[in-house]
């Protein structure tokens, strides 16, 4: 299908150069969404309304427009949930009632998945919601994620580590969420500023706070930006090989999906744990994601020779960023922080036993830690992994995009100049298609 590019004073991302394995989208249902994406930055650049102010012209002109395509792309759609899942986007918008859409998407096995409306952005707490559009297709031929394999690991895991220091640490649960793989193939308004996220978690990225029944991961941009931002990263730390990159990129889908999943259902195991630790909330945070990736590099760590270098190479994407912003920063630090400590990152990645030998040795002292209830001794422990790391990894904290420009500068770098710039019709806003 066309890619879409977002209106150019805005950060985007140029999906167009994201490999694509395969997508479920007749022409006329990628022009469709294709408008549907344009008119969503339009609404995004004019901004919502203040109170007590009434709609522009082209404010309605753009909203009748995203209505309308957006019920041509479900009639042409030949896939039942598809096609009621794009009507029901439609009538969110036009009613603003976002609640039957939602759940209908956080419920449903989707091949094409499309979030639309004031989806909220990661990137500070507080961030106000924006308008935003996120297009993926369910891909084939993508590595397969063996979803009852990993699930039973982890909660194997969690089972020998936290129970056993805490009856109370394992809840019931009744229904892991689902984890829909895909294909991202379009991003507009908001979704296309930094830091674009390689998952969303459904219904609680579109305002369902505290609640997931479905994870959704853009497997082309996760692999893409492990291809060149994190393998880049384990290069240049170890100064290592450039075969070594590209290695471990080849073997990183799997590996990087199968963590993944297991991060993603460990917090329903171990979050509970980290909140009665009487932690301040930010530690509690960190806690949680340490936890999390611990419980998953040990589902996956024994899964190829490469999967420890894996491992590492996004904990350093993680650990450079500003743990002001991002828990897992921190997390990952005092991860890093601990191999260091115990006998260096080369050893480490080597040999999946001796990478797996010493995360569980962090995860039982922070299990053990958690469950001690002397806070001031565990909140003095992390800080001191995390501040083991070298500064030099802290890459300019300040300046959080750095954790994706050198993938939008190589993708942009390689647009056709001869792309065809279309206007939406009577909106006065400007997009673009390849």
């Given at each position: 299908m066309a890619r879409f590019f977002a209106v150019p004073e805005m950060l985007s991302l140029d999906v167009r150069k994201l490999e694509t394995s395969g997508d479920y989208l007749s022409a006329e249902i990628c022009s469709a969404l294709d408008d549907a994406l344009c008119?969503?930055?339009?609404?995004?650049?004019?901004?919502?309304p203040r109170e007590g102010q009434s709609l522009s012209s082209v404010r309605k002109s753009l909203e009748s427009q995203l209505i309308n395509r957006l019920g041509d792309a479900a009639d042409a759609s030949d896939d039942a949930a598809v096609a009621h899942h794009l009507r029901l986007?439609?009538?969110?918008?036009?009613?603003?009632?976002?609640?039957?859409?939602?759940?209908?998407?956080?419920?449903?096995?989707?091949?094409?998945e499309l979030l639309i409306g004031l989806v909220p952005s990661w990137r500070w707490p507080?961030?106000?919601?924006?308008?935003?559009?996120?297009?993926?297709?369910?891909?084939?031929?993508?590595?397969?994620?063996?979803?009852?394999?990993?699930?039973?690991?982890?909660?194997?895991?969690?089972?020998?580590?936290?129970?056993?220091?805490?009856?109370?640490?394992?809840?019931?649960?009744?229904?892991?969420?689902?984890?829909?793989?895909v294909d991202l193939v379009g991003l507009a308004g908001d979704?296309?500023?930094?830091?674009?996220?390689?998952?969303?978690?459904?219904?609680?990225?579109?305002?369902?706070?505290?609640?997931?029944?479905?994870?959704?991961?853009?497997?082309?941009?996760?692999?893409?930006?492990?291809?060149?931002?994190?393998?880049?990263?384990?290069?240049?730390?170890?100064?290592?090989?450039?075969?070594?990159?590209?290695?471990?990129?080849?073997?990183?889908?799997?590996?990087?999906?199968?963590?993944?999943?297991?991060?993603?259902?460990?917090?329903?195991?171990?979050?509970?744990?980290?909140?009665?630790?009487?932690?301040?909330?930010?530690?509690?945070?960190?806690?949680?994601?340490?936890?999390?990736?611990?419980?998953?590099?040990?589902?996956?760590?024994?899964?190829?020779?490469?999967?420890?270098?894996?491992?590492?190479a996004e904990m350093l994407r993680y650990a450079r960023r500003s743990p002001a912003l991002f828990a897992d920063a921190t997390a990952a630090r005092i991860e890093y922080g601990w191999l260091l400590k115990s006998g260096g990152i080369e050893t480490a990645i080597s040999d999946p036993d001796v990478f797996s030998e010493r995360i569980t040795e962090l995860l039982g002292l922070t299990v053990s830690h958690l469950v001690s209830g002397d806070s001031a001794y565990l909140a003095q422990w992390m800080n001191r992994l995390a501040d083991g790391v070298p500064r030099a990894l802290h890459l300019e904290e300040s300046s959080p995009g750095r954790d994706v420009y050198p993938l939008l500068e190589s993708l942009i770098a390689d647009r056709k100049p001869n792309r065809v710039r279309q206007s939406i019709p009577t909106a006065g806003v400007r997009c673009q298609h390849s």
């Open positions: 008119c969503a930055d339009g609404l995004n650049a004019i901004g919502a986007r439609s009538e969110a918008v036009a009613t603003g009632d976002y609640a039957a859409a939602r759940e209908y998407a956080a419920t449903t096995e989707l091949k094409v507080d961030h106000r919601q924006e308008f935003s559009a996120i297009l993926a297709v369910k891909p084939q031929g993508a590595p397969r994620v063996v979803t009852e394999s990993v699930d039973s690991a982890v909660e194997a895991i969690a089972q020998s580590f936290l129970a056993a220091s805490d009856p109370n640490a394992i809840p019931t649960l009744a229904k892991l969420q689902s984890y829909s793989v979704a296309a500023r930094y830091p674009c996220h390689f998952a969303n978690f459904l219904p609680e990225d579109e305002g369902d706070l505290g609640t997931t029944k479905k994870t959704v991961v853009y497997q082309n941009f996760y692999l893409e930006r492990f291809k060149r931002v994190s393998a880049p990263l384990l290069d240049a730390t170890l100064l290592a090989q450039a075969t070594t990159r590209q290695d471990i990129s080849l073997a990183a889908g799997p590996v990087l999906l199968e963590w993944f999943r297991a991060h993603d259902i460990a917090h329903s195991y171990s979050d509970g744990l980290c909140r009665r630790s009487g932690l301040d909330l930010p530690l509690i945070h960190c806690a949680r994601e340490l936890l999390a990736d611990l419980i998953g590099f040990l589902t996956v760590a024994n899964s190829s020779d490469q999967a420890p270098a894996i491992l590492v």
